[in-house]
């Protein structure tokens, strides 16, 4: 992989970012990344809130098996409302409008991948920036989110995390334990 490379995400941005989509609420947030954190047979998910390069942020990491190629996040139809409902598409639609980082590998020794993707690249306005990023089992999902949603996050997290078969960490205290 390059060291840096510039993607736009294809297609007219109506088919991405449907003129109909409302912010998504943080349940609808955190029970897509935890969906696709079971897809890819996650065992823990750890969530945290912190802030990151000056945005409140939200980080969903699960130690699935990893996303091998970015392509796979920003082929068509990846994001917004997605053209299939196949059941291995990753589908971020949850986050359109948000500034979004996805890294991703498949183990520690292995080379992984980071892909940033601003606002204004949901709708074909601005590029993707992907990078390599190393040292990562898994996938860490971070999302800048409002201020406000850090006050009900840890609820929100345990709601979200019910009846998951992975084991899933707020700030390191479990929240789904039975």
């Known amino acids: 992989m390059p060291s840096s490379t510039k993607a ?27 969906r696709i954190a079971c897809k890819a047979d996650a065992y823990e998910i750890h969530v945290e809130t912190f802030v990151y390069e000056g945005r409140a942020t939200l980080s969903v990491y699960d130690n699935g098996c990893g996303i091998d190629d970015p392509r796979t996040v920003l082929r068509l139809g990846a994001f917004g409302r997605c053209e299939t409902e196949r059941s291995d598409a990753i589908a971020l639609s949850s ?16 080379p992984g991948w980071s892909a940033t993707i601003p606002p204004e690249a949901w709708s074909d306005k601005a590029p993707i920036t992907i990078e390599p990023d190393a040292g990562l089992r898994g996938t860490n999902i971070l999302v800048a989110i409002p201020i406000d949603w850090r006050a009900g996050l840890e609820e929100a997290v345990a709601a979200a995390a019910r009846d998951l078969p ?5 700030h390191a205290r479990w929240k789904n334990r039975r």
């Open 166 to 170: 992975a084991r899933v960490y707020f």
């Open 95 to 110: 986050l359109v409008g948000l500034h979004t980082i996805v890294r991703s590998g498949p183990d520690e020794t292995e």
């Open 8 to 34: 736009h995400i294809a297609g007219p941005p109506s088919r991405l970012v449907p003129t109909n989509r409302h912010p998504a609420s943080l349940p609808e947030i955190l029970h897509e990344l935890f």
